[in-house]
């Protein structure tokens, strides 16, 4: 007799059934969600709930869009990327004629779902990988979809693997329109009653300040500006790091961030630098991941970039980093920067075991 899979045992706390009637109930919500002129990827970025994400979020797929709705469907290992998602959203709101969903395995962050009409969201699938596997779906809400869904799906999966190509002009008349984003936030739930408003002017503004950036670094990949390196102060020294929550939220990836090495060798003080620097980021940010690259190639091991000497001056290293709610990138990134010069030594001191204060 083969053995029953299904695993029933979370249903024998209270905690554990009460955390299935949950998921059951948002479940539905989203499933009540879909159709109509409703994106299933606006619906999961807007709720921005990590319970609907991974294999949770390829059931959706395929249980809404494809056994419920009927949508088409066109995959691809991508043999090309586009490198500006921000054109593509732009095309792919013109097409009013069909609602389209994208989902992109990524090879850090798993998979991926997003409307491709929006630019916000699908600045979340971050650098296209070759190779890497996409998926189309195209249709008409509750209407039954046709052979226009079909040719939209497929010249998508073309934009999106970089070419250029024709557009039906019927793809340009319909009501699938985009869609304003709202999301709820969450601080509004911490504020005391009577105390909820608008922050202070001062805040406000520095909010608004754009940030700072210095000249743009020479190295294989500058997605964005490197600072200039600037000596940091004496860092101070914890003996742990205070447990941060975890923020929920759509999870993205920023663009790679090029980190030019001003010294003469990236070596092992350096790798030591830079293994202290990111676990001070992990310390405050436990929830974001930091991913680091050199010569297109994602390192898992910082101490292998020192190794053999390889990462000579003027190199560039890359890195991304990963999650909900991003925050101190640029801080990182100039840490970064400082760690791959000469002025490395400001990060290795006061106990091994210990983390930085840095962020």
């Known amino acids: 007799m083969a053995k029953d899979g299904t695993n029933l045992e979370v249903l024998s706390t209270r905690s554990g059934f009460n955390s299935a009637v949950r998921q059951i109930k948002k479940t539905i919500g989203v499933v009540d969600a879909v159709g109509g002129k409703n994106n299933l990827g606006d619906i999961l970025h807007e709720m921005g709930d990590e319970d609907f994400s991974g294999g949770r979020a390829a059931l959706l797929l395929r249980m809404l869009l494809v056994d419920r709705l009927g949508y088409r469907t066109v995959s691809t290992n991508l043999s090309s990327v586009s490198t500006n998602l921000g054109e593509l959203a732009t095309e792919f709101a013109k097409w009013k004629a069909v609602d389209l969903v994208a989902a992109y395995h990524h090879p850090e962050m798993g998979l991926l779902v997003a409307n491709p009409k929006s630019g916000e969201e699908l600045a979340g699938f971050g650098e296209l990988r070759k190779r890497e596997l996409l998926v189309v ?50 601080e509004d739930s911490e504020v005391p009653a009577g105390r909820r408003g608008r922050a202070p002017k001062k805040a406000r503004a520095r909010a608004a300040a754009p940030a700072r950036r210095g000249p743009a670094p020479r190295g294989r990949a500058a997605a964005a500006p490197a600072p200039e390196v600037q000596r940091a102060a004496p860092p101070v020294v914890t ?35 830079w293994k202290r620097i990111v676990a001070s980021y992990k310390a405050k940010y436990p929830a974001l991941e930091v991913f680091i690259y050199y010569d297109g190639e994602r390192i898992l091991d910082i101490n292998s970039l020192f190794k053999w000497g390889k990462v000579k001056h003027g190199s560039a290293i890359e890195f991304a980093v990963a999650g909900a709610e991003i925050k101190d990138v640029a801080k990182l990134q100039r840490y970064l920067a400082q760690g791959a010069s000469h002025q490395f030594e400001a990060f290795l001191h006061g106990p091994v075991n210990t983390v930085l204060r840095l962020f």
């Open 239 to 273: 003996a742990s790091a205070a447990p941060v929550a975890a923020p929920k939220g759509p999870v993205r990836m920023t663009p790679k961030y090029a980190v030019v090495v001003q010294n003469e060798l990236f070596h092992n003080g350096n790798v030591e630098a």
């Open 137 to 186: 779906y195209a249709g008409k809400g509750d209407a039954p979809s046709d052979e226009l869904c079909q040719k939209a799906a497929e010249l998508a999966a073309v934009y999106f693997e970089g070419g250029q190509t024709k557009v039906p002009k019927e793809l340009y008349k319909g009501g699938f329109a985009v869609k304003k984003i709202k999301k709820e936030k969450e």
